[in-house]
């Protein structure tokens, strides 16, 4: 009945108890005031089964904030842990919890914040930069946000029943195989990463069709702003990587349940081979993170400095590089596979072309900048710190594609620091940007900006305190993922880094204690415009909060910066209201993430009657979906201008 | 498409559209299967060789069906794009035995090489064969599934826009698992021969 499911998966140490019990405790306190302020009817109609791409962004966002938290505090213990348990002392972890805390930290912050975030920003801009009304596939939308949420569950489901995978975030066979990994920790890890991918690959279809299909009149491809050439270019990435990823975690589920030899140390499977498959989908997964990031300060940095941006055409042919090596750069993250020397030269030589596109993208931001009228704004500062740590990221990433210098620090530290100076330098700082220069268009005012320029400087600090150290320690030979070491020489530098943690936390105080303020200002701060910025492109041609259909009327671009060109020449459109056709919301989005989640738990678990009735319900819900007809309704010309000189709804 | 004037602006093409990339990832997915295959196409591990396991006039049995559902499917879908519903029930339902026919024979094939020792779990040979394999004709089950379906929505509304739409994404969808037959047809069994 139960499966492997026993009362022995409620056994945890106390910090896990802890862990465990303040989620509880946190998700009752939340159902008890959404049901005592009766918000559930609310929350699911215009939220849950929304298929606005506003609503779905802004949840993607709320997710990925949970679990930003999440990895924060996971990365919090770690340093701790980190800076005592060297010689006598072990620290107050165990070797087996410390292997989870590693092995969820980098899963949530790459499928669930890294993902989450862009996802999120991409859904609530994306569409609006190119004038459309909503995204492609707007169901499908919802689909992928609910697969998203429901797999992310599983990352704080196995702090109760069971424990995580202590694999590392990769995962690597054999060590993941039945054999040396019997629990359900690796069960968890193949079934949150299975179903957040398929979510993701579902969006990158989506995306890809609506920059393809649904920009407005006169919108060409060379007047997409930066932005959606970069989100393009990432949706290419997904769509050509995740298969990839889905197809491996199949066949080591497959390994794992009913005894395939593929990823096997024996009977001739190859685990060298998983690891060249991950990797596939791994590398180009890093540049999916990014490239965005490259796409929002593009957006910033022209309207910060009232200049268009510089070198538009080498911006997006440096894209389109990066797109194409980054599948061609994989082998690199195992040069000591032992592949052989040329192959590794290959593979080295690629990686340090790669540089070369990134390095042109610099460059124009900074000749952006030149003589420009700059604003100091937080979201300038973010790019600035962003400039600073992601070129160091980037430089010792290039000293590390030299094959014969990587042998010497493969998993060593230096390459933890590396990968934290470009995942946060880049991705994390360029979502906070745009997180900062969107927020006044979708939720009607500004953000505070002095506590989150004093926000900045903590995390900037606070972030090469932490990471710089690990750079030389990992010179002097510490590995990563080390529970405990005896080098006592080493213990200074990771209590430097501790310290440096301390203050990024407080640094992630003082963005709540902006988010705090920019609540208490919202009436100073109200956009009454809907262009708080004098920004350039076309989400700053609408109001804030956009209305559901985004635009009245159908924009029509004559030139790249349109909204910036219609300011200045003072034409703005004339045309009369039309009819709009609007997709129905729909709840078959909600109900295949939780029998997704319900299927895949039963498969954990080898609860086999529930994986098939989670199986049969994901089946039921796509096959009502499939004979609905009410799926759209029209809004009349009356309705729509009715809505308009009421102002914002 | 000019005879359907659709309701959807331009649903129609951004749906199919929608399904080739979709059709992209899949063809990624088996890409990545093909390439394990040909990793470990060589690891029998001292257990039946490919030459001795796979029987070709049987295997090309299946392939002529699952080619001559091609035309039928193509006929189908021609007949759509002319409104006769009829004819076109007619033909995809055609197509949709001689799926099944298809995947009645490949599942005869792979039970026998389970109950002559060749199991999935007996050497990564196998294991790399019935993953590919399989993954095609679960695509096919599933393939058929959907056309039960689409084939009940015909039946009830005729052809409509959005009938239309979903029997244009049916007919790439089967041409699609065809031309991976084909791979699969080259690369497994024929290749299998001559190692």
Excluded at chain 1, 216 to 227: E, H, K, Q, S, V
Excluded at chain 1, 262 to 267: G, P, R
Excluded at chain 2, 30 to 49: D, N, Q
Aim: charged content about 10%; overall charge positive; glycine content about 10%.
């Amino acid at each position: 009945m139960f499966g492997r499911l026993s009362e022995q998966a409620l056994k945890h140490d106390w910090i896990e108890y802890m862990a465990g019990g303040s989620m509880v405790l946190g998700g009752l306190v939340a159902f008890l005031l959404i049901t005592y302020y009766r918000k559930w009817g609310t929350l699911w109609k215009e939220w849950f089964t929304s298929v606005d791409h506003k609503r779905i962004g802004m949840m993607y966002l709320v997710v990925s904030f949970v679990m930003l938290f999440k990895g924060l505090v996971d990365a919090g213990m770690m340093r701790g842990q980190q800076a005592f348990a060297c010689g006598e002392s072990f620290g107050y972890l165990g070797a087996s919890h410390f292997q989870q805390i590693f092995t969820a930290h980098g899963v949530t912050m790459i499928f669930f914040v890294g993902m989450g975030v862009m996802f999120g920003l991409i859904n609530l801009v994306l569409p609006l930069q190119i004038g459309a009304r909503d995204v492609a596939f707007p169901v499908l939308n919802n689909i992928s946000f609910w697969l998203f949420t429901f797999s992310g569950m599983y990352i704080f489901v196995s702090l109760i029943l069971g424990f995580f995978a202590g694999t590392g975030w990769s995962c690597y066979p054999p060590l993941a195989g039945l054999k040396y990994n019997p629990g359900v920790g690796v069960d968890y890890w193949l079934w949150t990463v299975q179903i957040s991918g398929i979510g993701s690959m579902l969006s990158g279809i989506n995306f890809l069709v609506t920059i393809l299909k649904m920009r407005c009149p006169g919108m060409t491809l060379r007047r997409m702003p930066i932005f959606v050439w970069a989100i393009l270019a990432t949706m290419i990435l997904v769509v050509f990587a995740f298969p990839i990823l889905t197809a491996t975690i199949a066949m080591l589920s497959t390994d794992r349940l009913i005894d395939t030899k593929i990823f096997t140390a024996d009977y001739g499977g190859s685990p060298m081979l998983f690891i060249n498959l991950f990797w596939a989908w791994g590398h180009p997964e890093v540049y999916i993170l990014v490239l965005p990031a490259f796409g929002i300060f593009s957006e910033i940095v022209p309207v910060f400095s009232k200049k268009r941006l510089f070198g538009y055409t080498s911006m997006v042919w440096a894209i389109v590089a990066i797109t194409v090596l980054s599948f061609i750069v994989w082998l690199h993250h195992f040069f000591t596979m032992g592949a052989g020397a040329n192959v590794n030269a290959f593979f080295g030589i690629m990686t340090m072309i790669i540089a070369v596109p990134t390095g042109v993208k610099i460059f124009n931001w900074l000749f952006t900048m030149f003589r420009g009228k700059i604003q100091f704004t937080t979201p300038m500062y973010w790019f600035l710190g962003f400039v600073l740590i992601f070129t160091i990221g980037g430089m010792t990433g290039v000293l590390m594609s030299i094959p014969a210098a990587d042998f010497q620090i493969h998993n060593s530290l230096f390459l933890v620091a590396h990968f934290h100076f470009v995942i946060i330098g880049g991705v994390l700082f360029g979502f906070f940007a745009g997180f900062t220069y969107w927020f006044p268009k979708f939720i009607g005012f500004k953000m505070n900006e002095s506590f989150g320029k004093v926000a900045f400087w903590f995390w900037m600090i606070g972030f090469v305190v932490a990471f710089f150290p690990l750079f030389i320690l990992g010179f002097m030979g510490a590995t990563r993922r080390m529970d405990h070491y005896s080098v006592s020489a080493w213990q200074p530098l990771f209590v430097v880094a501790a310290l440096g943690a301390i203050l990024i936390f407080i640094g992630v105080g003082f963005q709540v204690l902006q988010i705090l303020a920019t609540i208490k200002e919202r009436k100073r701060n109200r956009d009454t415009t809907g262009d708080p910025w004098d920004g350039r492109t076309l989400e700053w041609s609408t109001s804030s909060p956009p209305p559901f259909y985004n635009f009245a009327m159908t924009p029509e671009v004559k030139t790249r910066d349109p909204f910036w060109e219609m300011k200045r020449s003072g034409v703005r459109a004339t045309q009369e209201y039309e009819e709009i056709h609007m997709p129905k919301n729909s709840a078959v989005g909600f109900w295949i993430g939780l029998f997704s989640f319900i299927c895949s738990f039963g498969v954990i678990w080898w609860m086999w009657w529930l994986a098939a009735l989670g199986a049969v319900g994901i089946l039921a819900a796509i096959i009502t979906r499939f004979y609905v007809k009410d799926v759209d309704y029209h809004l009349s010309k009356e309705e729509v201008k009715r809505l308009e000189e009421k102002g914002s709804p | 498409m000019k005879a359907f004037p659709d309701m959807y602006h331009d649903q129609y093409s951004r749906t199919i559209f929608g399904f080739w990339m979709y059709l992209l990832t899949d063809f990624i997915l088996f890409g990545t299967f093909f390439a394990v295959y040909a990793v470990l196409r060589k690891s029998v591990l001292g257990g039946t060789p490919p030459d001795v396991l796979f029987e070709l006039p049987y295997t090309l049995w299946q392939t002529l069906i699952l080619l001559g559902s091609a035309y039928t499917i193509g006929m189908g879908g021609a007949f759509a794009h002319r409104k006769q519903a009829s004819k076109a029930m007619l033909f995809f339902g055609i197509t949709f035995l001689l799926g099944v026919l298809f995947l009645g024979l490949e599942g005869r094939e792979l039970a026998r090489f389970i109950a002559s020792g060749n199991s999935w779990q007996n050497s990564a040979f196998l294991s790399s064969f019935f993953t590919l394999v399989g993954t095609h004709g679960a695509h096919i089950l599933f393939g058929l599934l959907w056309m039960v379906l689409i084939l009940i929505s015909v039946a009830q509304d005729g052809i409509t826009a959005q009938t239309l739409r979903r029997l244009t994404c049916m007919r790439m969808f089967w041409q699609f698992l065809n031309i991976l037959w084909v791979f699969v047809f080259t690369i497994v069994y024929l290749m299998g021969e001559i190692q």
